[in-house]
């Protein structure tokens, strides 16, 4: 069973198929994207840990390949595994690191980023609508946050503007998207990979602050690795 909601899910799924393994997934959100899920998928909440203990019944080990953000699916999916005996693995992206030469910074959620933040600042943020009620204490002057599905749901703050757009994105479209919002500042989940990197390129080269936020910590006792070579040699040796 893989717990998917990374890009690594699908080629972890496909590899595991050739390899000759049985693979189901689970997803918490439909698969989009130009590679959508190539393997068998359930799609459903996971807010009910007896709901997810049946869907794993049937397997013998469980592979974590969820988004680094969701938190939910990856402590319901090892409570699951765990009271059903089964082996339980989590990919993880190695994240981005800071660099040293540039104005960025750490902070473990979005609402510990506010106090980051310059007063009168032009902030776009790519971490996601949930993260709006820890943005209640923004200090900036306007709060641009990026969403990739239209919708005409309207913002809980009047200093918050939507920015929609498709995916990918490249370090161009970015470059320029920052400069005619005259964005000085990026808020932006720590997701590492190169999917998501360009906007922190076009940041850096317009010498904007970035601020990362840190990864959910993991359940106690789970086995991590951060190489996609590494998951699927844990899968071989079941």
């Known amino acids: 069973m893989i717990l998917a909601g990374s890009a690594e899910a699908r080629h972890l799924g496909e590899a595991a198929q050739k390899a000759g393994v049985a693979v189901r997934a689970l997803v918490s959100e439909q698969p989009r994207g130009a590679s959508p899920m190539p393997i068998p998928y359930t799609l459903m909440p996971f807010d009910d840990v007896d709901v997810v203990i049946a869907q794993m019944r049937d397997c013998d080990a469980v592979l974590d390949a969820s988004h680094g953000f969701d938190a939910t699916m990856t402590r319901v999916g090892f409570d699951a595994a765990q009271r059903l005996g089964l082996p339980f693995l989590s990919y993880v992206r190695p994240a981005w690191p800071l660099p040293a030469d540039a104005h960025w910074c750490a902070a473990p959620n ?3 980023a506010m106090p980051m933040i310059p007063p009168g600042a032009r902030v776009f943020s790519a971490t996601g609508w949930a993260s709006l009620p820890e943005c209640a204490a923004f200090p900036g ?14 913002p ?14 490249t370090v161009a479209s970015e470059t320029a998207l920052f400069r005619d919002l005259r964005a000085d500042t990026l808020i932006c989940r720590n997701l590492g990979g190169q999917a998501s990197r360009p906007k922190l390129d076009a940041a850096r080269a317009l010498e904007m602050k970035v601020i ?17 070579d590494a998951a699927l040699a844990w899968v071989a040796a079941l």
């Open 110 to 112: 979005v609402a510990a």
């Open 141 to 154: 002057a306007r709060l641009m946050l990026r969403q990739t599905h239209v919708h005409p749901r309207t």
């Open 156 to 169: 809980p703050f009047d200093f918050v503007d939507l920015i929609f757009g498709d995916p990918p994105f």
């Open 212 to 228: 990362l936020i840190d990864r959910p910590i993991l359940p106690q006792d789970v086995e991590v690795v951060h190489c996609i």
